[in-house]
């Protein structure tokens, strides 16, 4: 096929329907099929279903309907004919048009959809309506998507964490039994005396008490807002990773108007994910309050707030709590999101104010996230990214 027939066959697909007759290209076969799978969620000519545009055909509209056996012969259609993120997008797209959350809630319809993290946000959100035939399932989706995620983090975190944390303990005057040999041996090879063989240890490394025992307290506070899903998804996974590692003391609290402490459920961040109720209202300082009042060593301490920074609490005293964390000598990072999904929509007065206190408020991916610890652990510069906001 020429590069033009296939510009052609490809706009063709994308217009869809009588919008696609000006480029003269029938479709059979698969592309056919594929057509017709778009048609369904799309657009089928019904004016008034669903909503227009859909980024596709200025005039598609949602033809595919909510009869669960058509719904879960689509799902296998679309698994069929396109790639893993494109089948994640139409459905994040049919929950939005045609109601699939709903759907969601029957065991048969949850094991033919593609798993990933926004499926997961949408389950959460259904949580508490969820019956019980349905539960069992919807727990094995999120423990899928939850061991995909600590496949990709896990080693990474563990490993950036721990060399911050080695980094930030040792100290070059250590008393004798705090002497970290190997280390110490491997820095002074240049002194080594070949007619004594010996090395002149001129240069001591080592780790003071802490270095045995938790290094750092970590404690994660959660907006667990509706438009946070994805971030709630992340952060738990994290604070698992993070609670398994001893030299970390890990706290996760999530709030809305309410706050939770799930850090007895850290083991397990399905459990954590099931312990949360995406949705209502926000109350930052009400949070704040609580993890302050956790704190025991502040200069030892972490705090990251997780956040789109839409108060309906105590602004002022938001405000007052994270400066009085600052000074008391706590690391305060501020996180609009923990996501691949961009910059987020946020409270821009309040990333400023913040920003002001010396916590500058951005957006972070989940690949950033281990940089972003170490540097706080070790009390450097945050890796702030080029698309951060209130820098």
């Excluded at 012969?73 to 069929?80: E, K, M, V």
């Excluded at 307290?217 to 998804?233: H, R, Y």
């Excluded at 502040?298 to 405000?319: A, C, H, N």
């Amino acid at each position: 096929m020429s590069t033009v027939d296939e510009r052609l066959r490809r706009w063709r697909l994308v217009l869809g329907g009588d919008a696609a007759e000006s480029t003269g290209v029938s479709l059979g076969g698969r592309d056919a099929a594929m057509d017709g799978a778009l048609s369904a969620l799309y657009g089928n000519g019904q004016k008034g279903e669903g909503k227009k545009g859909g980024g596709r055909g200025g005039d598609r509209s949602a033809g595919l309907g909510a009869s669960a056996p058509s719904v879960a012969r689509w799902l296998g259609d679309i698994r069929a004919y396109f790639p893993s993120p494109v089948v994640q997008v139409m459905q994040r797209d049919a929950i939005e048009r045609i109601g699939l959350s709903a759907l969601l809630l029957e065991p048969e319809m949850l094991e033919a959809v593609e798993a990933d993290v926004h499926l997961v946000g949408t389950l959460l959100s259904l949580n508490k309506a969820m019956p019980e035939t349905t539960r069992e399932t919807a727990r094995a989706v999120v423990r899928k998507v939850v061991e995909e995620l600590e496949k990709r983090l896990a080693a990474r975190t563990r490993t950036t964490v721990t060399g911050a944390l080695d980094r930030s303990a040792r100290i070059t005057r250590p008393r004798h039994r705090d002497i970290d040999w190997d280390r110490t041996v491997r820095a002074n090879l240049k002194n080594y005396l070949p007619e004594y063989g010996t090395v002149v240890p001129e240069r001591l490394i080592g780790y003071g008490h802490a270095a045995r025992s938790v290094k750092k307290d970590v404690i994660l506070c959660i907006d667990q807002s509706g438009s946070m899903a994805a971030s709630v998804v992340y952060a738990s996974v994290f604070g698992a990773v993070l609670a398994s590692m001893r030299s970390i003391s890990t706290r996760l609290v999530v709030f809305d108007t309410a706050v939770v402490d799930l850090t007895d459920q850290l083991d397990d961040p399905v459990d954590v994910l099931f312990g949360t109720q995406l949705g209502g209202g926000t109350d930052i300082n009400r949070a704040l309050a609580y993890c302050q009042s956790q704190i025991t060593r502040p200069t030892d301490t972490v705090v990251v707030l997780i956040s789109d920074l839409y108060e309906g609490g105590i602004r002022d005293e938001m405000l007052k709590r994270v400066a009085a964390m600052k000074a008391s000598g706590t690391q305060f990072v501020t996180l609009l999101a923990l996501s691949d999904e961009g910059a987020p929509a946020y409270d821009h007065a309040h990333a400023e104010a913040l920003a002001a206190l010396g916590a500058p408020a951005f957006a972070c991916t989940p690949d950033l996230f281990p940089d972003v610890m170490a540097a706080a652990i070790e009390r450097r510069p945050l890796p702030i990214p080029d698309m951060a906001v209130d820098q």
